[in-house]
């Protein structure tokens, strides 16, 4: 199972953004998408996230300002992040669990990465 994350790029603060996160491959089940944040020298930290029971759960310094959703039926997650600052300037990451067979039919479960996208929120 892969994760394709896209829609990164430079844009002016108070601008705005659209990620998307595509999920590709063979699984029956992804749960708990979320999208996390890095910049260099520091941790990955949440940004948005679907928790188990389906609810979201934002980072405080994001929270009125990104919305994160998915779209089950192309097995994407997207982050709408409006009224950006410079401190959102950071390598974005989705991640996801999901469950697959395997070739015996076990069941198997996994949390995958993206490759990142870099936002840049600069004059």
């Known amino acids: 199972v892969q994760l394709q994350a896209s829609g990164g790029g430079l844009v002016q603060p108070g601008g705005s953004l659209r990620l998307s996160c595509v999920a590709s491959g063979s699984f029956f089940s992804m749960s708990e998408a979320g999208w996390y944040r890095q910049t260099p020298g520091r941790q990955r930290e949440l940004v948005a996230a679907?928790?188990?029971?389906?609810?979201?759960n934002y980072a405080g310094s994001v929270q009125g300002r990104f919305t994160i959703s998915r779209d089950n039926s192309k097995n994407t997650v997207y982050l709408q992040m409006n009224s950006l600052k410079p401190e959102d300037t950071a390598a974005y990451y989705c991640?996801?669990?999901?469950?697959?067979?395997?070739?015996?039919?076990?069941?198997?479960?996994?949390?995958?990465w993206g490759q990142g996208t870099q936002v840049t929120v600069s004059s």
């Open positions: 991640n996801a669990q999901f469950l697959a067979y395997s070739p015996t039919m076990e069941i198997i479960a996994t949390k995958n």
């Open positions: 679907f928790t188990s029971d389906g609810s979201t």
